[in-house]
């Protein structure tokens, strides 16, 4: 079955770093683009990245163009988020997914933004 499980967040202060991962298995990695998502509390889930399954090509939401940077290791099944510059915005719960015809989520890494 999928499994998608997100590790690296934590409390940074502002303008700090943060580097998400995501380990993927279940499924053929290299053949799916990969997606993270974000929810804050009381606010609607928010597309954050997307990359394609080959990683040639990435997309981001106006929100985090020019501080998060995704991409992939198909080797590893590996799926990260680099995020620099972090703002107090940005605190939220991180989700790595990938759409099957179903999107199948993981359970989340937090982020905090915070001094």
């Known amino acids: 079955q999928v499994q998608l499980v997100e590790s690296g967040g934590g409390l940074v202060q502002p303008g700090g770093s943060l580097r998400l991962s995501c380990a993927a298995s279940g499924f053929t990695f290299r053949s799916y683009a990969m997606t993270w998502y974000r929810q804050a509390p009381g606010k609607e889930r928010e597309l954050v990245a997307t990359i394609t399954n080959s990683g040639g090509s990435m997309n981001y939401a106006d929100s985090v163009k020019g501080r998060f940077t995704i991409s992939r290791d198909n080797r590893k099944n590996m799926v990260y988020l680099q995020m620099n510059g972090l703002k107090p915005e940005d605190t939220a719960v991180y989700y790595c997914?990938?759409?099957?015809?179903?999107?199948?989520w993981g359970q989340g890494t937090q982020v905090t933004v915070s001094s």
């Open positions: 997914t990938v759409n099957r015809g179903v999107r199948y």
